[in-house]
C-alpha cells in the first residue's frame, strides 16, 4: 500500500509541476510529503514559484494565482487518475482574461479523458463547451433548463 | 464511462421534473445569479451518496426537497437520477447501463435504487469507491472552494492523494 | 449609549430593507437583534428573500445572492455613517452582468459621500471610475502603477 | 476628508518608491492576476494601524517588507504614507492635510509618524477610532471576503453595528 501511495504521489508530482509551468507560462512548483519515512499517514506541503519571482509562503500568492495553482492540482490529479466525471463550479471567477484562455487550454486537454460539467459567467469558458445548458427561473422560485445550440454561443 | 443523462425532480428549486441529456467533453451550465446552477452540482453531489447536509448548503437533509414559492407550494419529496453510459465496462457490475437514483421524503425516509432495484447507501458508496466518484472524491469542486486545497492544512490535503492511490 | 445604538440600528435596518429591493429589484430584507431588551450585547440576525422566492435561510441563497445582499448590507451602512475612505477588492465577481449594471448603480450613488478605491477584473465597473489607475510588473516580481486616460477606458 | 495621495516604499512587490494621486469618487485598480492590486489594498489596511501579519496574508509582521525577485534583492524596511485632504476638518486636529506614515525594519521595528512628527500606534488608532477607517473598521473588504458578514455569527456581527454606532 505504502508502494502504490508513493508511485501516485510521485506521479500526481511530475504531472503538477508540468501543468503548473504550462499555464503560469514558468516557475517552479512541487509537492513534498512532510516524513518521507512515513507515507501513509504524514501530511504533504505544496511549493509554489510563479515565474520571476521569489518562493513566496501560498498565503502570499495572490487570488488569481491560488486559484490556477490549486486548478493545476487539480487537472495533475485528473491526469494520474480521472474520474469519469468531474463538476467544477465557477472555478475560473478569479482568473484574468489570459489566464482564462489557459485553461481553457488546460480544460480541452483533460476532457479527453474525463466528462467535465463546468458552471461559469466566463465567455471565453462557455465557448469550448461541446454542449451548453441555460438556466433559467421564468417562474420566480422554479428551475427550468433549456439547451444551447453551438451556433449561438460559439463566436 | 461518462454521466449520459441526469434527472430532477422536486431537489431543490427544480420544483418540475427535469432531464438534462449530456455528451462526453466538455458540458457548459450558464445563467444568471441565483437560477439553480449550483443546485444541479449540489445534485450530482447528493446522487453520489453525500451525506453532510451542510455540504449541500442546508441544515438537514430535507432542505433538498422544492420548499415551494411565491407561486407554488412545497412538494413531498425529492429525487434524483443519474444515468451512466458504462458501455466500457468501467464500473465492473456487467450492465452498459448504470442508474443511480435517490429519493427523501420530508418524514426524512431515504430510498436508494441502482438500475431500478432498490438498494442501500452502502452499495452507492461501494459502487463508486476507488472512482474518484462519491463523497469523498476530488471530482466536484464547490462554488468559492477551488483554493481550498491550497488553504488546507498538509495533513487534511491527504486525502486528496489517499483517494487517487 | 443603548439609545445611540438602537437608533444606528434602526437606521441602518431602514437603509438595508431599501438598498436590497433596489439591486434585487424585489423582495424583502431585513435586520432583527436576537434580544431587544439587551441591544448592547445581542447578535445580529440577517433574513433575506430574493423576490418571488420564499424566506430561505442565508445558508441557501446561490454565490451571487449572498454577494449582492452582503453589498446592500455594507452599502446601507456606508449610507447611515460613511467612512470617508473605502477600499473593495474585487466584491464582484461572483455577480452576473445584470447584477454589475446594478451594482455600479449603486456605487455611483455611495460615492457621492464616500470615496471608494475599488479593484477589480469586471469592465462596467472599470467603466464607472473617475480615476483608474493600471497595475503591472514589467519587471518580474516588481508592482508599478501607471494612471490610464479616461478616453481609453470609457466606451 | 478623502484620501489624496497614497506612497508606498518597499512595501510587499513595491520595490521602488510607487506614489498615486487620488480623487475623490470613485478610483479603479486594474491589472493582470498577481501584479500587485491586492497588495495597494493591504499597505491602506497597515498604514491605518492593522496589527494582524495574517489579515496581511503574511505570518510575521516583516513579511509586508519587499522580500527580492529574481533580479533584485530584498530590502531593509517597507514604509506607506497616506496623505489626506482635511479642510473639511473631518479629523479634528486642527491641519488642513494630514500625513500618517508607517515603517517597518528587517529587525521588527516599527515607526508612526503624524505629519512627519513620530508618534506612538495608539495615536493613530485613535485619530481613526470611530470613523469607520482603522483595524475593526467596516470600510475596508479584503477579495473574497464579501460574503463573511453573512456566514459570520450573529453575535459576531455586532462588531459591525457597534463601530458605526
Ligand atoms: N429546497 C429548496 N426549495 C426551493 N428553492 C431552493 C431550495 N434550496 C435552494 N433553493 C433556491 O435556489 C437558489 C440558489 O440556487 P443556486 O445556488 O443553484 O444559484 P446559482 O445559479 O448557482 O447562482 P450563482 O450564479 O449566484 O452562483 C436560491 O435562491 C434558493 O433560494
Ligand atoms: N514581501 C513581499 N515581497 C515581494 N513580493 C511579495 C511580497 N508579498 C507579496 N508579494 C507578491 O505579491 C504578489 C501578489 O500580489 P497581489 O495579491 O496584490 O495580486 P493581485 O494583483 O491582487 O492579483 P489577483 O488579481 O490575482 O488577485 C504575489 O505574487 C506575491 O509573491
Ligand atoms: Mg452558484
Ligand atoms: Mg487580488
Not at chain 1, 504521489?9 to 517552479?28: N, P
Not at chain 1, 485528473?78 to 480544460?107: G, H, T
Request: hydrophobic letters at 40%; proline letters at 3%; glycine letters at 8%.
Amino acid at each position: 500500500c505504502a508502494k502504490q501511495f508513493t508511485q501516485t504521489f510521485e506521479a500526481i508530482r511530475d504531472e503538477f509541476s508540468e501543468i503548473f509551468q504550462d499555464v503560469f507560462g514558468g516557475g517552479t512548483a512541487d509537492l513534498v510529503l512532510d516524513d518521507p519515512g512515513n507515507p501513509l499517514e504524514c501530511g504533504v506541503e505544496i511549493v509554489c514559484q510563479p515565474p520571476g519571482k521569489k518562493l513566496a509562503s501560498l498565503t502570499l500568492l495572490s487570488g488569481g494565482e491560488k486559484a490556477l495553482a490549486a486548478i493545476a492540482l487539480l487537472f495533475a490529479i485528473m491526469r494520474v487518475k480521472p474520474s469519469p466525471v468531474c463538476v467544477l463550479d465557477e472555478i475560473d471567477s478569479a482568473l484574468d482574461e489570459a489566464n482564462v484562455a489557459r485553461f481553457v487550454e488546460l480544460l480541452r486537454d483533460v476532457s479527453r479523458s474525463v466528462q467535465v460539467i463546468i458552471v461559469t459567467h466566463r465567455k471565453r469558458t462557455m465557448e469550448c463547451a461541446d454542449t451548453l445548458f441555460g438556466v433559467t427561473m421564468e417562474e420566480s422560485g422554479v428551475s427550468k433548463v433549456f439547451s444551447i445550440r453551438a451556433s449561438d454561443y460559439r463566436l | 464511462m461518462y454521466l449520459k443523462k441526469l434527472s430532477l425532480y422536486g431537489f431543490k428549486s427544480f420544483a418540475g421534473r427535469v432531464d438534462l441529456d449530456l455528451t462526453p467533453g466538455i458540458v457548459g451550465v450558464v445563467g444568471p445569479n441565483g437560477v439553480g446552477k449550483s443546485n444541479i452540482s449540489d445534485a450530482l453531489r447528493w446522487a453520489m451518496g453525500e451525506q453532510s447536509a451542510r455540504l449541500l448548503r442546508g441544515s438537514k437533509m430535507q432542505d433538498v426537497i422544492f420548499a415551494g414559492s411565491l407561486s407554488r407550494r412545497g412538494l413531498g419529496y425529492a429525487e434524483v437520477s443519474l444515468v451512466f453510459d458504462n458501455s466500457d465496462q468501467f464500473l465492473n457490475i456487467g450492465f452498459d447501463e448504470v442508474t443511480v437514483t435517490r429519493k427523501v421524503y420530508r418524514s426524512g425516509d431515504a430510498e436508494y435504487l441502482l438500475n431500478s432495484v432498490p438498494c442501500r447507501l452502502r452499495d452507492i458508496v461501494d459502487l463508486f469507491s476507488g472512482t474518484g466518484l462519491g463523497r469523498e472524491a476530488y471530482s466536484v469542486v464547490e462554488q468559492g472552494k477551488i483554493d481550498a486545497v491550497l488553504s488546507a492544512r498538509p495533513e487534511d490535503r491527504r486525502s486528496l492523494f489517499d483517494e487517487a492511490s
